[in-house]
């Protein structure tokens, strides 16, 4: 088919790259989701062991601090202090352990060696922990990490909050492990995955690849020549069979382009042909006035047939497109008798009546010109097969919810095996074929008119002789059709 500028032609080397970085990106795309995945999972662990480890050392430390509790008199004052390291007090697995008594006024009242001089927690956390037990994470005077729990005492209506801590230095040093472990064996995995992903597409596409390979081999005379198609039920398969119909379709376009360019070369070769002899004789000296005059007739003629080609081929090249329709409500009825009113003279000529009847208003939805041009090629196909003394009909009904436009004509119908193509291009009968009046375009173009209009159209020999064409047209919404126009 010509290039009509709109496509643009992709390099057949370019291929391989496209599926080469397709490859690519699904590796690095799996790579990418693995390494976040990795990064939420090993928030996820850090956060729960942190959250563990706290939680062991609330439990031991709660018991602890109810212990020096219970050495807070009601008057706030301590008796025999212990940190909660040892005597009554949970042994816990820590390098150093502390305890601090907060009194009412807010100052530390005893504090373990550990803890130093300074509060243990702040002023907001010491009114917090009044209210209620209070679980922090904090830092000694010297830096270390150090679980605190507080609670109040219950003796001195909550005044005195008693403070006790232990080290998380284990538990810093197993979460610190842990972040060493993810940092350094992340990467690893991810760059693993991302390649385990690069080698799995490989193998995936390598089907995609040699189908690519084995199109771009064939060549525009290698029409029968298809894709392997992988055997199992999966999208490349799908894709594979997908391609081998595309080719199917395009062999079968290109046939009929080729077809269609010989007949429009054979069809174009006689008139030609004609003319030029024609005006080779009017060329020739000592031609008389009547003979000259003869010959600009038939030139005229065969310029009229050529005229008349070319405008049925231009037609029939729009319609492979899309044939540009005005489309609105249409009286079927009102054309049909106009086209029987305008073909009538040549009717005449060839002794032939022309008749159109209706069984009521009908009102298609389509584009007028072209359906009249569906209508007098219909009639003019109709009266050149007729016998003389015989009446062609064109009927317009309704069937099914579309217009129907029939046209009948009592000739000798269509020749044996020529109904199944009797709308192709350059397809005659016989008997048309012999006398040069037709040129084999009529009928086609009528298909493609009402293949446009979304409708159907068939042709059948009559019981008793004779040959039938019809057309069906969708019908107009009833809306549409109180407004569609009405011309005599």
């Known amino acids: 088919m010509p290039d009509t500028g709109c496509a643009r032609r992709i390099p057949a080397n370019g291929n391989r790259g496209s599926a080469v970085a397709l490859r690519t990106r699904l590796a690095l795309l799996f790579a990418a989701a693995m390494a976040a995945l990795a990064a939420a999972g090993g928030w996820m662990l850090v956060r729960e062991l942190d959250a563990s480890t706290n939680a062991a050392l609330d439990v031991a430390l709660s018991v602890r601090a109810d212990a020096l509790a219970q050495q807070v008199a009601p008057d706030g004052s301590v008796r025999d202090f212990q940190d909660g390291s040892g005597g009554n007090a949970v042994p816990l697995p820590a390098s150093r352990a502390v305890a601090q008594v907060i009194g009412p006024g807010g100052t530390a009242v005893e504090s373990s060696e550990g803890a130093g001089a300074r509060l243990l927690l702040s002023q907001q956390q010491v009114s917090a922990a009044r209210k ?289 193509r009797a709308f192709d291009r350059f397809s005659r009968a016989d008997s048309g074929r012999a006398d040069g009046a037709g040129t084999g375009l009529g009928l086609a173009i009528v298909a493609a008119i009402v293949h446009t209009h979304a409708g159907t159209v068939r042709a059948a020999d009559r019981a008793g002789g004779g040959a039938e064409v019809a057309v069906s047209i969708p019908a107009c919404p009833p809306d549409e059709a109180r407004v569609a126009p009405h011309r005599m």
């Not at 991302?194 to 799995?200: C, E, I, T, Y």
């Not at 004789?281 to 005229?300: E, I």
């Open 132 to 420: 209620g037990p209070l679980a922090v994470s904090s830092a000694l005077p010297d830096g270390a990490p150090v679980r605190l729990v507080a609670v109040p005492v219950a003796d001195t209506g909550g005044r005195t909050v008693v403070v006790v801590g232990a080290s998380r230095e284990v538990a810093v040093a197993a979460t610190s492990r842990v972040l060493t472990a993810l940092w350094t064996g992340g990467p690893v995995l991810v760059v693993l995955g991302g390649f385990g992903a690069w080698l799995v597409a490989g193998a995936v596409l390598r089907p995609v690849e040699r189908m690519r390979r084995e199109a771009d081999a064939i060549s525009a005379g290698d029409t029968e020549a298809r894709l392997a198609v992988p055997r199992r039920r999966d999208e490349i398969a799908r894709l594979g069979a997908t391609m081998n119909a595309l080719l199917d379709r395009l062999q079968r376009a290109l046939a009929q382009q080729r077809a269609f360019v010989a007949d429009a070369g054979h069809e174009l070769r006689t008139p030609l042909t004609m003319l030029r002899a024609e005006l080779e004789l009017a060329g020739r000296p000592q031609r008389d006035r009547a003979s000259l005059q003869a010959a600009v007739r038939a030139a005229a003629g065969d310029t009229d047939r050529l005229i008349r080609l070319a405008e049925d081929l231009l037609t029939l090249a729009r319609a492979e497109g899309t044939l540009p329709l005005v489309v609105k409500p249409v009286r079927l009825d009102v054309l049909a008798a106009e086209a029987v009113q305008a073909a009538r003279p040549a009717a005449a000529g060839a002794n032939v009546v022309l008749e159109a009847a209706a069984d009521g208003p009908v009102t298609v939805l389509g584009d007028r010109d072209r359906l009249r041009q569906v209508a007098d090629n219909l009639l003019d196909n109709a009266v050149r097969y007729a016998p003389p003394g015989s009446t062609v009909h064109a009927v317009v009904g309704c069937a099914e919810g579309a217009g129907v436009l029939r046209v009948l004509d009592r000739g000798s119908g269509f020749p044996a095996g020529f109904l199944p």
